[in-house]
């Protein structure tokens, strides 16, 4: 019986021994995943469960490991991204605060040029700022002519850069622009602001004078290439005829009845130079608020234009006692045409003082031919508005007059010098326009009654335009071409240039428009120079030329 026993516990020892060695040898097959892909999928799960369970546990712990790997990368990931995150608005912080100082620098840069031009602002400028007063009331007591007083009188070249973002390409023509650089012409003759001024040419040399009166010659002839015009300042006493005093008369901020009105009643109106002498036009106060249009002449000269009077009379429209109890002194004329050495053609307007135009002996609403020697004058036509425009053909002595009208009416009209008797063109009893409001307004009833505005000018005995524009297009100054019979006239309201070939003929007129450029702005002048045009655009108080490709 022992021995039966001893040979049982023997048995299953070495059962035993075996078990293990069969455990311990599968557990080191399972460690070789070429035994284990080997392997069916339940014989693999028995192993893992019931004879190596150790070893599932650390395919878990590897399970784990990873995850937590995962985890650590995914953390560190997030980590960099919040950091860059954090950095990026620091950076922006960093921006702004930059910004924030150029915006201060900025600030600091315009109130340090706004003191330069008037030192008596600095002592308003916080109460400015607390009561929040508007650029327009600013006005009503810094007009912008003192603006550029200051800059006449610091004698400060007029720069005008050439800008290509505006070029415009139509067709056998380019326009390039120059736009101010700096210090900008602000006194506009209609606009609050910018400035106006007209061109003229002089050896060479572009001529600007502003409506303010600042007289400037280019420093380089207008046949060098260029990319700008930089005018240096010419001295002059225009200051002695028309002055700050009357600018800012042009402004009628308190008066209701003026509301409307934005910009220089009173200013230059044209300028020509011939044979070395420069001519300007300006409105004139002959006596307290009673106006007129004036001719002044000087010496063309590069340092100092000293002008004189040439033309004026004692005749003037009282601003606030008339007639008619109207004024408006935009509508002024002031265009001059030098025949010879001898002889200038003039403008007036009739500052809306209607019946002076049909006044033989009155200045207003008439082109005057004035003697430079002896000082007398005639009138070679009346029955004008406003006469913006004229160009004289030499070859057939014969002149194209441009005129705005009322609503609708502007015109271009033909004026025979060779004629002995005035011709008369019939403002204001004819018009192609109507009185602004139109025959139904209540306050035109008794108007259309003394001005009728007839819609013919010869039934009346009058002479017909060579064309009439409805609406109206603001109408400016004409000039002739190089080709024969082919002209063309500016417009403000427009903003265009207007192509047209007109055969001059004693019995037949053939006005012809070939074509409308839009040049996107008001075109207060031009002239007309080696195959150019060159154009003062008032929006802006920039200047372009006109190229004939």
Known sequence: MQKYLLNKLFNLKNISIIVLILALLINLLLDFSFVTNRLGKDFREFAYQYVVPFKNIRNLEKKIEELENI???????????????????????????????????????????????????????????????????????MDPSELDMMFKEERKDLNYGYDGRFNIYDDNLSVKFYTPIGDTLLYGITNTTPGSGYLDIYEDNLILVSSIGIIGHSKKGLNKPKFGISLKQIQNNLNNFIDVEQFKKSRHFDDPKYSWLKGGWYSIKDVEIFDGDIYVSYTKEVKENCWNTSLLSGKMNYVYIHFTTLFTSEECVNEYNNIDDEYNAHQSGGRIINLNNETVLFSIGDFRSRYRAQKENSIFGKVLKFNKKNKDYEVISMGHRNPQGLFY?????????????PQGGDEINVIKLDNNTTQNFGWAISSYGEHYGGKNAPENKNKYKKYPLYKSHSEYGFIEPLKYFNP???????????????YVVGSLKAHSLYFFEYSYNKNENNFNIIKQLDIGERIRDMIYYNDKLYLYLEDTASIAEVSFN
């Open 393 to 405: 053909n030499a070859e057939s002595k014969f002149l194209l007059e441009a005129e705005h009208g």
């Open 472 to 486: 109206s297009i603001g109408i400016s100054q004409i000039i002739g071409l190089n080709n024969e019979n082919q």
């Open 71 to 141: 985890n650590k990368q995914n953390l560190e990931a997030t980590i960099q991204i919040d950091e860059k995150n954090i950095n990026d608005l620091e950076e922006k912080i960093k921006d702004l605060n930059k910004e924030n100082i150029f915006i201060s620098a900025d600030k600091q840069t315009f109130v340090s040029a706004f003191n330069n031009l008037n030192n008596n602002l600095n002592k308003n400028l916080k109460k400015l700022e607390k009561n929040q007063i508007t650029f327009n009331q600013i006005f009503k007591t």
